[in-house]
């Protein structure tokens, strides 16, 4: 079977900067992600890579999460305290056995991994996904729509900026889709698999990334995590939004 094309449009190309010590393992993600139009800095541990994002503010960092000296993780959680890499699209390169560490590379605000080995096109592919949504939104009516308001918060999809109570939420690319699709559709109940496919864009995945950007979105808009007034699980099913002085009956 053919393998999908990695080839980026003009619209879909970036700078990309890679973190990942091994050399073999670089050439060939840099290879093909220069072949599909990308600008690529390659840094090959966690402080090289940490001054490149500094000076060249990429659009999106692929991150190995082991690396040496300052690891991957902790190369995420400085990328995300930084008020310019809130939103920075990051992607991580995991071994396939370490899903606490994906699980926490999610927490931690990562908006994809990808498990060695791995396709390179796959990785491509999985980038410029991720690119695109970052620019664009869950949908193109998501950003060109003007602002939605629901209960406390606002939110400008052509701006992607989204407040509650007049304060700004530090939202990462992907939890910026998630509510402004929820905002959007207040009172429907969505599957995983409805949400992966509507904000994510994917028909494949480990639907562990939508319940890790569920629960952070949560400890960002509610009052209390613990107890969802706005974002409620409706067991068996999935999640829906309810607006926040909803009575919010569905607590996870």
Not at 38 to 48: F, T
Not at 100 to 126: H, I, M, N, Q, W
Not at 167 to 190: I, N, S
Not at 193 to 200: D, G, S, T
């Amino acid at each position: 079977m053919n393998e999908p094309s990695a080839t980026a449009g003009p619209s879909a190309a970036g700078r990309i900067l890679v973190i990942d010590d091994d050399p073999t393992v670089a050439e060939v993600v840099v290879g093909y992600l220069t072949r599909a139009g990308h600008h690529v800095d390659h840094a090959a541990d966690g402080r090289q890579g940490l001054d490149l994002a500094r000076a060249h503010r990429p659009d999106l960092v692929v991150l190995d999460l082991m690396l040496p000296g300052i690891d991957g993780l902790e190369v995420l959680r400085r990328l995300r305290d930084r008020d310019t890499g809130a939103q920075l699209p990051v992607v991580m390169l995991t071994a396939r056995g370490d899903e606490a560490d994906r699980v926490l590379g999610l927490e931690l605000g990562a908006d994809d991994y990808v498990t060695k080995p791995f396709s390179p096109r796959e990785l491509v592919l999985r980038v410029q996904s991720v690119l695109r949504r970052s620019r664009v939104g869950p949908a193109a009516a998501s950003t060109a729509a003007g602002p939605v308001r629901s209960g406390d918060i606002t939110l400008d999809g052509p701006a992607r900026r989204a407040h509650r109570s007049g304060r700004e939420l530090a939202l990462t690319a992907r939890e910026f889709d998630l509510l402004a699709f929820l905002l959007r559709h207040p009172g429907t109940v969505f599957s995983r698999q409805e949400l992966m496919a509507r904000v994510w864009g994917w028909d494949f995945g480990d639907l562990s990334t939508v319940t890790v950007h569920v629960r952070r979105l949560r400890e960002k808009v509610e009052d209390d995590p613990a107890a969802p007034r706005m974002i409620n699980t409706v067991w068996g099913v999935g999640y829906r939004y309810d607006p926040a002085h909803g009575a919010g009956e569905d607590r996870a």
